[in-house]
C-alpha cells in the first residue's frame, strides 16, 4: 500500500497550492491513521512539514511553514490535503505523504510512503 501525494506544479512566490494526499486506490483507509506530510528539496535531508491526527483535531506544523500552509482531512473522500498559500523559492520540494500510528513529526514512525509530487516556487 502507497499513498499517493498530488497536485504539485510551477506557481510563482506568493502564490498558492493545494497538495492532496490518497490511497491510491488500494483501499487503505486514511482515517485510520494520523497522516504527515514531509519534503525533500534538492540536495537536501527530508524534512517534516506537517501531520494531522486521526481525528483531525490535532494539527502540527514546522516552523518554516508555520502560518501559511494548513492541513485538513476529509475522511469522506479518504483525503488528506496540504493547502500551501505565500509560497517561497525556499518551499520548491518534493513533496510526500505518509501514514503513522502515532501522532508525531517523527518520520521513522510513518509507512505507506509513495511518490510524491514536484512544487517548483519561482520568483
Known amino acids: 500500500v502507497q499513498l499517493q501525494a498530488s497536485g504539485g506544479g510551477l506557481v510563482q512566490a506568493g502564490g498558492s497550492l493545494r497538495l492532496s494526499c490518497t490511497s491510491s486506490?488500494?483501499?487503505?483507509?486514511?482515517?485510520?491513521?494520523?497522516i504527515g506530510w514531509f519534503r525533500q528539496a534538492p540536495g537536501q535531508a527530508p524534512e517534516w512539514v506537517s501531520c494531522?491526527?486521526?481525528?483531525?483535531?490535532?494539527?502540527f506544523y514546522a516552523n518554516p511553514v508555520k502560518g501559511r500552509f494548513t492541513i485538513s482531512r476529509d475522511d469522506a473522500n479518504n483525503t488528506v490535503y496540504l493547502q500551501m498559500d505565500s509560497l517561497k523559492d525556499e518551499d520548491t520540494a518534493v513533496y510526500y505523504c505518509?501514514?503513522?500510528?502515532?501522532?508525531?513529526?517523527?518520520?521513522?514512525?510513518?509507512?505507506?510512503w509513495g511518490q510524491g509530487t514536484v512544487v517548483t516556487v519561482s520568483s
Open positions: 505518509a501514514a503513522s500510528i502515532q501522532f508525531t513529526a517523527q518520520s521513522s514512525e510513518y509507512f505507506n
Open positions: 486506490g488500494s483501499g487503505f483507509f486514511l482515517g485510520s491513521s494520523a
Open positions: 494531522i491526527s486521526r481525528s483531525g483535531g490535532g494539527k
